[in-house]
């Protein structure tokens, strides 16, 4: 399939989140009926990243899911910096490993604003670590789900 724009992702069926860092991946899932986006866990990026999208793509396919959003780090300008390029490098990396749709949701302010959900919700600094990435991947994904429910 390739990178794709959203609504050109499969009109059904579970979807992946991403929020692509240098250290981790964030993911979260939708379920068939597209209504939440739920955190599933933060897979580390090691030296290599072959493992990183073994475990990837187990989740992937212990959801049935039909293809992948993916979290872009524009600006605050809306340009493209070197983060926009590495998450781009990881969608072809994915792409050669197996041909699932990618879709990109601009995910401007995701971790800040699951960041400040989190201090609100008074949970320490290690917690926070914890989850952060992944529940910005289900913020990101839920962005990406209400759009497409949206028309």
């Not at 390739?2 to 250290?23: C, M, Q, R, S, Y």
């Not at 993911?27 to 090691?46: F, M, N």
Request: charged share 25%.
């Amino acid at each position: 399939m390739a990178i794709v724009e959203l609504n050109e992702l499969p009109p059904f069926g579970p979807l992946l989140g991403l929020d692509p860092g240098t250290k981790t991946i964030g993911v979260a899932a939708a379920d068939t009926t597209r209504t939440i986006a739920s955190p599933l866990e933060t897979i580390k990026r090691g030296k290599k990243l072959a493992p990183s999208l073994v475990r990837l793509f187990e989740l992937y396919d212990e959801r049935s899911c039909v293809g992948l959003v993916m979290g872009l780090p524009v600006n605050m300008d809306g340009s493209h910096g070197p983060r926009v390029q590495a998450v781009k490098a990881l969608s072809r990396n994915i792409l050669e490993k197996r041909d699932v749709p990618i879709a990109f949701w601009d995910e401007r302010l995701s971790t800040a604003a699951v960041e400040r959900t989190l201090l609100e919700a008074d949970t320490s600094r290690a917690k926070r670590a914890e989850v952060v990435d992944k529940m910005a991947a289900s913020y990101i994904l839920q962005g990406a789900i209400d759009r497409l429910a949206a028309g």
